[in-house]
C-alpha cells in the first residue's frame, strides 16, 4: 500500500497557467507538508498543515495556495506559474506536528516544468 | 535560511569500503534525522538521532552528533551498490512547530 501519494508524477505546462497537485496519506498522520527541491537537490518547506490548519508558511509567494479538505489530504494549487516554478515538490506526512521526535514519510515527487 | 551544509557534495567509492559523510547545522535541535533519495524518487527516512544522544546504530549504518559542534557524520559500512543514492541530513529546529531544514545532500556513488 502507498503510504503517501501524489498526483501527478509529471506536470508540463506554459507559464500563466493554473495548475494543481494533489496528496494523501494513509498512515492516520496529522501533519502534512509540502516541499520544494529545486535543479540542485535543495530541498526547502513551504508549507505545514496540521489537523487542516495551516501552521507553517514560509514566505511562498501568494500564488501557491495550499488546500487541506481534511487530515489525510494536502493539495498544492499555483496560480500564474512562472518559470522559477519549475522543480520537483514533495509531499510529506507525520504523526503529529510539534513532536520533537517524529520522522516525516514522502510522497514520490511532483515534476513541475513550466516553459 | 539553509540549515544543514553536507560535505562532501560527492563521494565515489568502490563496494566494500566504508563512506562517511559529514553535517554541519547552525541552530539549536530537537533532533537530527538522515534522509536517503534514490534518483527520481522521493526521500527515505533512515535514522534519527536526539540531541541529547551522542551516537546510534541501524544496521550498516552509524550516525553520531556532537551538539557542541553543531555537527553530525553518517557511516555507512560495507558499502553496496544498491547503497549509491543522494543523502540528506536534516534538522528539527527547537520551535513551536515541527520544521524540518535540509542540507543539500551528498551524492554517493557505489563502484561495483
Known amino acids: 500500500d502507498t503510504a503517501v501519494s501524489q498526483t501527478p508524477k509529471y506536470l508540463v505546462t506554459q507559464m500563466g497557467n493554473d495548475k494543481s497537485i494533489k496528496c494523501e496519506q494513509n498512515?492516520?498522520?496529522?501533519?502534512m507538508y509540502w516541499y520544494k527541491q529545486d535543479s540542485k537537490k535543495f530541498l526547502k518547506i513551504m508549507f505545514s498543515?496540521?489537523?487542516?490548519?495551516?501552521?507553517i508558511n514560509e514566505t511562498v509567494p501568494n500564488r501557491f495556495s495550499p488546500k487541506s479538505p481534511d487530515k489525510a489530504h494536502l493539495n498544492l494549487h499555483i496560480n500564474s506559474l512562472e518559470l522559477g516554478d519549475s522543480a520537483v515538490y514533495f509531499c510529506?506526512?507525520?504523526?503529529?506536528?510539534?513532536?520533537?521526535?517524529?520522522?516525516?514519510?514522502f510522497g514520490p515527487g511532483t515534476r513541475l516544468t513550466v516553459l | 535560511s539553509q540549515q544543514g551544509e553536507e560535505d562532501p557534495q560527492a563521494l565515489s567509492i568502490q563496494e566494500g569500503e566504508n563512506a562517511t559523510m559529514n553535517c554541519s547545522y547552525k541552530?539549536?535541535?530537537?533532533?537530527l534525522q538522515w534522509y536517503r533519495q534514490n534518483s527520481g524518487r522521493g526521500l527515505v527516512h533512515l535514522i534519527l538521532?536526539?540531541?541529547?544522544?551522542r551516537e546510534k546504530h541501524s544496521g550498516r549504518l552509524r550516525v553520531t552528533l556532537d551538539t557542541s559542534k553543531k555537527s553530525s557524520s553518517l557511516l555507512i559500512t560495507a558499502s553496496r551498490a544498491a547503497d549509491t543514492a543522494s543523502y540528506f541530513c536534516?534538522?528539527?529546529?527547537?520551535?513551536?512547530?515541527?520544521?524540518?531544514?535540509f542540507g543539500q545532500g551528498t551524492r554517493l556513488t557505489i563502484n561495483p
Open positions: 510529506a506526512s507525520s504523526q503529529a506536528g510539534g513532536g520533537p521526535y517524529n520522522e516525516q514519510f
Open positions: 498512515l492516520g498522520h496529522d501533519t
Open positions: 498543515y496540521n489537523n487542516k490548519e495551516l501552521i
Open positions: 541552530t539549536s535541535i530537537n533532533n
Open positions: 538521532i536526539r540531541s541529547n544522544e
Open positions: 536534516a534538522t528539527d529546529q527547537i520551535q513551536g512547530a515541527q520544521k524540518l531544514v
